[in-house]
């Protein structure tokens, strides 16, 4: 059976960016039909963590007071190297509107998204829907026009103006468009486990531990867990099993003791770890004609600084008008194509910045050696001695949107966290 839609705007993917993008759009009165593959929002994600300038925008949407009680806000991060603290930054000293990174539980934002978005007549979400090919005019070769996409219903067709590829880093869309690419791996990947929080741990505070080459991120996670990310050698897993459980759990005695009794408790098997392959991907064209990538289809990123679903959402709000205007002064794939390209003009710079600064702090978590050592905690030193240079650093990555200004008192309180 097949079943046939028609839309100004088909957003292929229902994360942060799609559905932050279809929100913004909905909310001008732009017709929007979103596929997402999972039939729910209730699944595990890694990218959890919501930077400042998401927060702002999140609260401008109007989505943090209907989110309260659903993220833990973040005030401090450490990184402790050698068994020594080398840097901590308090982000209350920064002076913007929202100054507090938070985390969040993807499942609890996307719902969100979609049930704000929900509240507008224009708005269609279809999940359950794989997109499997584009709809292109003159053969396969002209502006593409839709997307043919498998329902547990049968087969779906979506006629739009302009379609938006917002499904990830493995994009199927930037794949089926033929867009070229270049996926830039990096020296490790990372395995992933979930953990009790400990007791110990204050529970506002990012934590990085490192010891030699060898490095972990301990990010709080609501309501009552830490996720724990540590880096192995690139294409390393199949070694790492190889030696067992046992050599997973030393690895963490020897970043975090405060977590060898729960890891050794939680993680009875290798099915409650998962590996992430640590890349970035650089896409020179983010559009053709009745097509736009955004999120991670247009700019992979890695989980340094939690800054994946920061730019899909920064991205979501910047495109949205642009294609609001483009769609009022009578569409076409000429002014569509022209709102995508200057949406990349508008974007790539800070994409461009968020990818140098992680890459820079990849190259310090894995100095090893004794003079690689002490060349890497002496800089983190220098900087957390300095507010100038913390606020130089991480203004790159935390605060491209804000401008400075009078924090907002109401928004600076750490939200109350369950512990039941």
Same mark, same amino acid.
């Given at each position: ?48 963590? =919501?930077?400042?300038?998401? =927060? ?9 007071? /209907? ?18 603290? %080398? ?48 709809? /292109? ?24 103006? %302009? ?22 791996? #990096?020296?490790?990947? =990372? ?191 220098? %900087? ?9 650093? #991480? ?26």
């Amino acid at each position: 059976m097949t079943a046939e839609l028609t839309a100004q705007v088909c957003v292929v993917g229902g994360g942060p960016a799609g559905l932050t993008l279809a929100l913004e759009l909905a909310k001008r009165s732009v017709s929007v039909v979103v596929l997402e593959q999972s039939g729910h929002f209730n699944r595990s994600f890694r990218g959890e963590s =919501v930077s400042p300038d998401s =927060v702002w925008l999140l609260d401008r949407l109007g989505l943090l007071d /209907r989110l309260e009680g659903e993220y833990a806000q973040m005030h401090r991060m450490e990184i402790i190297d050698g068994g020594s603290t %080398v840097m901590r930054t308090d982000f209350s000293d920064f002076d913007y509107p929202q100054p507090y990174p938070v985390e969040l539980p993807q499942p609890a934002l996307l719902s969100a998204l979609a049930a704000t978005a929900g509240e507008y007549p224009g708005f269609t979400l279809r999940q359950g829907a794989t997109a499997v090919a584009l709809l /292109r005019e003159d053969g396969g070769t002209g502006p593409v026009t839709g997307v043919r996409a498998r329902t547990p219903e049968g087969e779906l067709t979506v006629h739009a103006d %302009v379609t938006i590829a917002a499904d990830g880093r493995f994009s199927k869309v930037r794949e089926m468009s033929k867009l070229p690419y270049e996926k830039l791996p #990096l020296d490790r990947d =990372v395995i992933w486990l979930r953990l009790p929080f400990p007791a110990e741990w204050d529970f506002n505070t990012y934590r990085i531990r490192i010891r030699g080459g060898e490095h972990g991120l301990f990010i709080p996670t609501h309501p009552d867990s830490v996720r724990v990310g540590l880096n192995i050698p690139k294409g390393g897993l199949r070694d790492l099993r190889a030696q067992g459980l046992t050599a997973l759990h030393e690895r963490l005695d020897r970043l975090a003791p405060e977590l060898s009794g729960p890891v050794r408790s939680v993680v009875t098997s290798w099915s409650e770890t998962s590996m992430l392959d640590i890349f970035t991907t650089l896409v020179p064209r983010w559009s053709l004609p009745g097509l736009v990538l955004i999120g991670d289809a247009a700019h992979t990123l890695t989980p340094i600084l939690g800054q994946g679903v920061n730019h899909a959402i920064i991205d979501a709000v910047t495109l949205a008008p642009l294609l609001d205007s483009a769609l009022s002064a009578g569409g076409g794939p000429g002014r569509l194509l022209a709102a995508g390209q200057e949406f990349q003009r508008v974007r790539e710079e800070a994409v461009r910045l968020s990818r140098g600064l992680q890459l820079r702090q990849e190259k310090l978590f894995a100095l090893d050696g004794a003079a690689g050592g002490v060349f890497r905690r002496t800089l983190y030193r220098t %900087v957390s001695s300095s507010h100038a240079l913390q606020r130089r650093v #991480l203004a790159r990555a935390y605060f491209q949107v804000q401008k400075p200004g009078p924090i907002e008192a109401k928004k600076v309180l750490a939200r109350p966290v369950s512990r039941a």
